[in-house]
């Protein structure tokens, strides 16, 4: 199995512009996560999905960034525009199964994350 | 509320033993416990449920008490690989997983 497959591994962006950010899910997963990893902030958790559903995004810091599952092995991570805080190590992990969180004992496999800078 | 991590360093020798505590304010229902190496992705080591069980495999061990709100690693006879930066994620009532700032881990042969 490939894993979780991110793109693009690196992404340098200016001010303003808009970011797209990719995820493929290891095949037969039903979970999906988007976490962001900083300096200051540590690894935060974003959104996750169960089965293409949204189920938590209340970690989404504000209303630029936006995420979707149109299908079970895709995903993306929208920010819109970009500004200078949000760069950032962005990760996408995946889990077998669609159970909550408070309740799961799922491995999470993580990609090997998108380094986001905007300038 | 982050969970705090405590160390947030230490230094050990190969073959010593280590502790990582993790603790929270809030009532827990989940501990996820990763390690992540220098320019790497965080990679799963356990979950531990409430019920104060304790799980591990090969040298590394965990426990949780739910009481205490309170989660510890355990890393026996320490290797070379398993230096790097631990994690502890918590989940809560509101089923949001938050992570401490991490442990420092360095092993020196």
């Known amino acids: 199995d490939a894993g979780v497959i991110q793109s693009p591994r690196h992404e340098v962006t200016e001010m303003g512009q808009e970011v797209t950010l990719r995820c493929k899910p290891i095949?037969?997963?039903?979970?999906l996560f988007w976490y962001r990893q900083t300096m200051m902030r540590g690894l935060e958790l974003l959104i996750y999905f169960n089965n293409n559903v949204p189920i938590d995004d209340s970690g989404m810091p504000e209303d630029r960034f936006s995420a979707k599952m149109p299908n079970a092995s895709f995903s993306t991570l929208k920010i819109q525009p970009s500004e200078p805080r949000d760069s950032a190590v962005y990760f996408c992990a995946s889990s077998q199964g669609t159970g909550v969180l408070a309740e799961s004992t799922d491995t999470q496999y993580f990609g090997p994350g998108t380094r986001l800078t905007v300038l | 509320q982050q969970p705090v991590q405590s160390p947030q360093a230490v230094i050990l020798r190969e073959g010593e033993d280590a502790v990582i505590n993790c603790s929270s304010s809030k009532a827990l229902y989940s501990v996820h416990w990763y390690r992540q190496k220098h320019g790497e992705a965080p990679v799963f080591l356990m979950i531990l449920l409430k019920g104060g069980e304790q799980k591990g495999h090969e040298k590394i061990s965990a426990s949780f008490n739910e009481k205490k709100q309170q989660s510890s690693l355990y890393l026996t006879a320490s290797q070379l690989s398993y230096s790097g930066t631990y994690f502890c994620g918590t989940v809560d009532r509101d089923d949001k997983i938050i992570f401490g700032k991490g442990t420092r881990l360095h092993i020196l042969p």
């Open positions: 095949s037969g997963h039903n979970s």
